[in-house]
């Protein structure tokens, strides 16, 4: 034990990009899919403020479906090199569907 640390060899990155950018996907298959459901149930109610709301939603989900989906383009060609693929739009985009599906939910519980 001469206390030296191991050689600096190649990275090995693994699937956690991958992992991330599939995540990234089902997050926004589900910020399409609710708003879709609060949509047809807002309208049948007869809410506007909750199909606006619910309708941005579905816009702000289908942005983070289609990012997600260049992301998942974009992380192969960058795990060799020693760059990530930053997060932040998907998050704030996510952060604003989330915000609105609320306001709908709201809106809808404050209307009965």
Partial sequence: MSGHLPAAG???PGLAGERTTLAWARTGLA??????????YASGRGSTVAVVAAAAAMVLGLAV????LRRQRA????????TSVLAAPLVVLATACVLLLQLAGLD?????
């Fill in 75 to 82: 992380v192969p060609q960058m795990l060799g090199v020693r």
């Fill in 108 to 112: 809808l519980v404050l209307q009965r």
């Fill in 31 to 40: 910020l399409l899919g609710v708003p879709t459901g609060l949509l047809a």
């Fill in 10 to 12: 190649p990275s090995d």
């Fill in 65 to 68: 479906l289609t990012l997600s």
